[in-house]
């Protein structure tokens, strides 16, 4: 049996959010991204980036499709409940016909019981640039687009989508590393990333929003852990911050005040995700930052300038 130590993993993302997703899949990845493929060995849980499909882990791999079914049977491979899915590369000219077909010979491969609708385990077949393999399938998360409308909501909060990428760059995928989010509005940043298991802080100076954050947190089943004050009062170190600039455009701030949000963040935390309307490249380099990767993420006339600092 090969070590599973290899992963394949699907990637898709809307048009519009292209430079987004490369510049996660740099940051999880070390990868500049040129088709919806990887071969890697990085293992990533998908359920931190919205634009991983799924990750297939790697058990046979094989030149011709026959040895990766000779493998399968010569293991005695069993499993409860399963379903076998065919992970199709992007360019791949193959019939929905012959994906089926090949689906049915790894599934009578397998010892065990077949589920289509509620599969215990998933296995995944792939042709990937003419070589063959076989794993186990991880899909990535799917319930995430139900908490777009939440009790709370408002016109320039953050989308779920752009909120889970953040968080995804804030922690490059560890579930160890202890995040805060110290302008944290009605709570998008707080919900996503309690959904994926990571100790995260929040904190809002406006009473009324903070009150509105934590009914957002009630609603999904969480605890209200919003805190209502000011981040120039945290004390507590994270490893990495992500702030959604308060910007002219939405709010009385001024640059000044920008910049000592900034600053304060340098004083709180190691690496700092920040999202603003506006490029202030010059500003987090005065802050003592150091930027490791940027990207603008157009929606209509509004442009978001996306850093990330260390």
Not at 6 to 33: Q, V
Not at 114 to 139: A, D, L
């Amino acid at each position: 049996m090969k070590e599973k130590t290899e992963f394949i993993y699907t990637i898709n993302y809307p048009r519009e959010e292209k430079n987004l997703c490369l510049m996660e899949m740099r940051a999880l990845f070390n990868i500049d991204l040129n088709e919806k493929t990887i071969l890697s060995n990085v293992k990533i849980d998908p359920v931190f980036s919205p634009f991983i499909k799924s990750r297939l882990e790697i058990l046979y791999s094989a030149d011709n499709f026959e040895d990766i079914l000779k493998a399968i049977i010569s293991s005695e491979m069993e499993s409860i409940d399963y379903k076998v899915e065919y992970i199709k590369e992007e360019d791949e000219n193959i019939s929905y016909e012959e994906r089926l077909d090949k689906i049915k010979q790894v599934g009578l491969s397998i010892l065990g019981t077949f589920s289509m609708k509620n599969p215990k385990n998933i296995f995944g077949v792939s042709n990937y640039k003419g070589k063959w393999y076989f794993g186990i399938c991880v899909k990535g998360d799917t319930v995430w687009p139900d908490r777009i409308k939440k009790p709370y909501s408002y016109s320039n909060s953050l989308e779920v989508r752009l909120a889970r990428t953040l968080i995804s760059l804030a922690v490059e995928a560890d579930r160890t590393k202890k995040l805060v989010d110290p302008c944290c509005g009605v709570g998008t940043v707080i919900i996503e990333a309690l959904s994926m298991g990571l100790d995260v802080t929040g904190y809002e100076i406006n009473r009324s929003i903070a009150k509105n954050a934590n009914t957002n947190l009630g609603y999904y089943g969480y605890d209200k852990i919003v805190v209502n004050d000011d981040m120039h009062n945290i004390e507590e170190k994270f490893d990495s911050a992500i702030l959604d600039i308060p910007y002219g455009l939405f709010s009385h701030i001024t640059k000044d005040e920008q910049f000592g949000l900034i600053k304060k963040i340098r004083q709180i935390s190691k690496r700092l995700i920040m999202v603003s309307f506006e490029d202030l490249e010059e500003m987090i380099i005065k802050s003592n930052f150091k930027i490791l990767d940027s990207c603008i993420l157009s929606k209509g006339s509004f442009q978001r300038y996306i850093y990330i600092c260390s």
